[in-house]
């Protein structure tokens, strides 16, 4: 293909990571600045909402630093259900008003991220005597609409048992009654979150990952910083900042700790729920969309989801006491899932040998409201504190929900700096980088075009929006068009990311950029020495280091994709 065959209608600007500069170079920059600079926030944590506070913060004029110590999205924030939905299920106990602040925000993004975040139907069928009949599924969903103020993609609507079926035929029939059509949001969760870090950064913060807080700096009774450790280049430096946030989800009583502060020690403000999720081949289900089904032992929410060639199985909702960074699904947790979807699809048969992918993460619950014996009874809302050392710290909370969080959070630190907090914040309607498309079908025509592969224009268009077109261009390079795995992706995109996305390892590429490791039975091992020879030039790998990515990855696949027996 003629490299003159990339056109769009709006020049695509990178200013986060000019060409002229490698990312070593860039990440260096960004290091010395941490060191050499006073913030006016320190952010921790570089899952959803770390990223959407450094956004927002920046993006209010504020002196920001985001420090993460492993990736973007590394933990909770790339292991979710993928959606972005106004909590249908909390309308059971009582939070009207999460899911009003749900739905508001999943019609925001939808609009501000549309390459990230697309509208999707569900079907909810209904069985005689299941735990929600007929008629208070059609009251809940009319709530559901309302608390969207009848702006959702669209209202639901009752289906029969035959119009049921009609959609999904595989699904089973005995005892089908009826049910209902109603309207989510899916979103691809990791690149959500760095698209919040990217955006940071080209508002002025210093963000760097793989850097780890080992101590918190404090002046009397007062936080003045963090000391951090870069996990890639070994040196330790120190971050004067005037407030400090700690946003690290389950890892959050960990931060507390590093203070010196006695009273932290012992106080705990996080209990972790283990959600779990299952991947098969979508031939092998069947599902042709998206379903809410009720668990049939013991009548949880529960959802199949299309994703691409795939089906995701979720979720499970169980307290742990597992520590974050080794939270993995189990032996049960498998069976639980699998046989809940061969109950409604008899005709799979899914077994063991069917799981392509499961993984586990940690929901941050408010310990205090985490009390009952059911953590899916336990509130999904947030919590903003501020220790006595002057740490705010944000707890608990949803992806779909971040932005509230995010800007909550800096009226906080805001308000500890001195500053008015009376302006809305730019995030409640500037698109996220990416998202400036008028139309997403024309955008994905356009890629289709130039790519002459429709699968792989919509591919490029969701994952990358508006800026598509420089990913297509390190695609159309030499080598650039060859599959890795018989997947979406290609050589040219494991180039872009490398370049222009902030990924500094193997594992930032090929879980978080890409999800090559989710989506096929070996997590990408065998392709992960061919992905690492592919950008050693761009991130200045030597042999040595190439092999010791590949190492560090299959480590990673070990740890994340491992099943507990």
């Keep these: 293909m003629a490299t003159s065959a990339w056109c769009f209608e709006r020049p695509t600007l990178i200013s986060f990571l000019p060409m002229e500069e490698s990312p070593a170079d860039i990440r260096r920059r960004q290091l010395e600045a941490l060191g050499r600079e006073e913030f006016d926030l320190l952010v921790v944590g570089g899952g959803i909402t770390g990223c959407g506070i450094a956004r927002d913060a920046a993006l209010r004029g504020l002196r920001v630093a985001l420090v993460e110590k492993d990736d973007f999205a590394s933990g909770t924030s790339s292991r979710s259900s993928r959606l972005i939905h106004g909590g249908l299920r909390y309308l059971e106990h009582g939070f009207l008003h999460l899911v009003f602040e749900a739905s508001s925000e999943r019609r925001r993004l939808l609009r501000l991220a549309p390459h990230l975040v697309r509208p999707l139907e569900f079907l909810w069928p209904v069985y005689s005597g299941a735990r929600v009949p007929q008629w208070k599924l059609a009251a809940g969903l009319t709530l559901y609409d309302a608390l969207a103020l009848f702006r959702n993609v669209g209202t639901h609507r009752r289906l029969s048992a035959r119009q049921i079926a009609s959609r999904e035929p595989d699904l089973k029939r005995d005892g089908l009654v009826g049910g209902a059509r109603y309207f989510d949001a899916a979103t691809d969760d990791a690149r959500l979150t760095l698209a919040n870090a990217i955006g940071a950064r080209e508002a002025g913060a210093v963000v760097v990952n793989h850097a780890r807080v080992v101590t918190l700096l404090i002046d009397g009774t007062t936080t003045r910083g963090a000391r951090i450790d870069d996990v890639l280049g070994g040196q330790r430096i120190e971050v004067r900042a005037r407030v400090v946030v700690n946003a690290t989800g389950p890892w959050s009583d960990e931060l507390r700790r590093l203070g010196d502060a006695p009273?932290?020690?012992n106080r705990a403000g996080v209990r972790g729920s283990k959600g779990v999720h299952v991947s098969v081949a979508r031939d092998r289900i069947g599902n042709h969309g998206a379903l809410t089904l009720l668990a049939p032992n013991d009548g949880r929410v529960m959802f199949v989801l299309p994703s691409g060639r795939q089906t995701i199985i979720g979720t499970t909702d169980s307290f742990t006491d597992a520590p974050p960074d080794e939270v993995r699904?189990?032996?049960?947790?498998?069976?639980?899932?699998?046989?809940?979807?061969?109950?409604?699809?008899?005709?799979?048969?899914?077994?063991?040998?069917?799981?392509?992918?499961?993984?586990?993460?940690?929901?941050?619950?408010?310990?205090?409201?985490a009390e009952q014996a059911d953590p899916g009874n336990a509130?999904?809302?947030?919590?903003?504190?501020?220790?006595?050392?002057?740490?705010?710290?944000?707890?608990?909370?949803?992806?779909?929900?971040?932005?509230?969080?995010?800007?909550?959070?800096?009226?906080?630190?805001?308000?500890?700096?001195?500053?008015?907090?009376?302006?809305?914040?730019?995030?409640?309607?500037?698109?996220l980088p990416g998202g400036d498309l008028a139309y997403i079908e024309e955008a994905i025509a356009a890629a289709e075009r130039a790519t002459a592969d429709a699968e792989l224009a919509a591919h490029l268009v969701r994952a990358f929006g508006s800026r598509w077109p420089v990913a297509a261009a390190a695609i159309a390079a030499p080598g650039?068009?060859?599959?890795?795995?018989?997947?979406?992706?290609?050589?040219?995109?494991?180039?872009?990311?490398?370049?222009y996305e902030l990924a500094y390892t193997l594992s930032d590429i090929l879980l978080r950029r890409t999800h090559l490791g989710f989506e096929t039975r070996d997590h990408g091992v065998d392709s992960a020495e061919r992905v690492a020879n592919t950008v050693a030039g761009i991130l200045g790998w030597s042999a040595g280091d190439v092999g010791a990515q590949v190492s560090a990855y299959e480590r990673d696949i070990s740890r994340i994709f491992g099943i507990d027996p």
Excluded: C
Excluded at 480 to 499: D, F, K, L, P, W
């Design 263 to 265: 009273r932290a020690a």
């Design 329 to 369: 699904a189990s032996e049960r947790d498998l069976a639980y899932l699998l046989n809940a979807a061969n109950a409604f699809f008899p005709a799979a048969h899914l077994t063991r040998e069917d799981v392509v992918s499961a993984w586990a993460g940690i929901r941050p619950l408010i310990a205090a409201s």
């Design 379 to 431: 509130s999904r809302e947030h919590a903003i504190a501020e220790s006595d050392e002057g740490v705010v710290s944000i707890t608990g909370g949803k992806l779909t929900t971040y932005r509230i969080m995010a800007a909550e959070v800096v009226d906080v630190a805001a308000g500890r700096l001195g500053q008015r907090t009376t302006r809305k914040p730019p995030t409640r309607t500037l698109a």
């Design 480 to 499: 650039g068009g060859e599959r890795i795995a018989g997947s979406v992706y290609t050589v040219g995109e494991m180039r872009y990311v490398a370049q």
